[in-house]
């Protein structure tokens, strides 16, 4: 329900214009679950590929290649410290453009306490001239609304300020993708501090796909996001009910009637589905329709 009475002015085609380019994220093991999707995904839809532990550079590579032959934009990630040698790194770089023709790619530094080879963060690897010359358009980099439960605030600004010198020097645009989370207010203090910062990137705003309590609350702990009472029951649920599930049909009006895309800049929705890409993909074609209607 749209609640129109803060003073805030309601822009009914933003939620729209949020979901016009939205991104999906996928896992390696997810091929067959993409091609039972396809049909409901946009054409050119672009699809992030997560980097996950115990999953091999084969399956990465493989869920790249059936992205594109499928008519999606694949969008690989790297986890920085999971790569054991540059080696490793550029034989991945070299079949993801060989099969996948990507464009695109999102580094990470990834959670391994100590880096498992010569790439410490995502700048180091931004750094080492293995981006350089396979043609990518951009690169995602990390934002987080909510900060981060390991690195302080200033390092995570000063991280993002030199990933943009870096990724400008290549003549590769940066785009930036937001750690999920379930409320809409530090998202959107956050995207302003962003923009005073002098950072006109794209903004990938992370959003959870339709799942249930018991698995957001999984994922909110592993990937140190915050999940009160107070804000899971603003997202549409409550704690006390497990057997509970929500989209993020709320959290996505809350940020619609928030944004301002004057003062914001670019800005679009990227989709964690942690109910399973299909589910996700129906939820989003469900809501466009219902905002058609
Ligand atoms: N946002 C997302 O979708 C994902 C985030 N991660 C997270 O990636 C974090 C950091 O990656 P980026 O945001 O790319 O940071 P980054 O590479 O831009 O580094 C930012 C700052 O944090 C330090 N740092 C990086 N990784 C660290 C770690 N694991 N532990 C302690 N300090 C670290 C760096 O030295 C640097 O000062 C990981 O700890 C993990 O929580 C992992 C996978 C996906
Ligand atoms: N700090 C941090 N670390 C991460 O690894 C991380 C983030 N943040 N933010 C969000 C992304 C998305 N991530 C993930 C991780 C696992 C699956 C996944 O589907 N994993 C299993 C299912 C496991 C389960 O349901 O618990 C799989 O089949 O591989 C999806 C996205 C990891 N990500």
Redesign the pocket.
């Known amino acids: 329900m749209l609640d129109v009475t803060q003073g805030q002015a309601v822009a009914p085609e933003s939620a729209g214009s949020l979901l016009e380019s939205f991104s999906l994220?996928m896992?390696a093991?997810d091929v067959v679950a993409l091609e039972e999707a396809a049909g409901i995904i946009p054409p050119g839809t672009r699809i992030a590929i997560?980097f996950?532990p115990g999953e091999t550079f084969e399956a990465r590579l493989k869920a790249a290649e059936r992205v594109r032959a499928l008519g999606f934009d694949p969008a690989p990630h790297i986890s920085a410290r999971r790569i054991a040698s540059e080696a490793e790194l550029r034989g991945f770089l070299e079949g993801l453009v060989a099969k996948a023709s990507i464009r695109r790619l999102f580094v990470v530094a990834?959670?391994p306490p100590v880096p498992e080879g010569p790439y410490e963060d995502a700048l180091s690897l931004i750094r080492s001239g293995m981006l350089n010359d396979l043609g990518l358009e951009s690169v995602g980099v990390s934002g987080y609304p909510e900060g981060h439960p390991e690195i302080g605030s200033p390092a995570l600004w000063q991280a993002m300020r030199d990933k943009r010198d870096a990724l400008a020097d290549l003549g590769i645009s940066m785009t930036i993708l937001t750690?999920?989370g379930f409320d809409a207010r530090p998202i959107v203090d956050w995207v302003e501090q962003v923009r005073e910062s002098g950072i006109d990137a794209l903004i990938r705003i992370?959003v959870p796909g339709p799942a249930g309590v018991k698995?957001l609350l999984?994922?909110a702990a592993?990937?140190?996001v915050g999940a009160s009472a107070k804000v899971m029951s603003r997202y549409g649920l409550s704690l006390t009910q497990l057997m509970g599930t929500a989209g993020p049909d709320r959290l996505i009006e809350d940020l619609a009637r928030r944004v301002d895309p004057e003062r914001h800049g670019p800005l679009s929705l990227h989709f964690?589905p942690?109910g399973g890409i299909a589910k996700t993909a129906e939820w989003v074609s469900d809501f466009n329709a219902r905002k058609a209607a």
């Open positions: 994220e896992t093991k997560a996950l990834g959670d750690q999920f992370g698995t999984r994922f592993r990937c140190g964690y942690f």
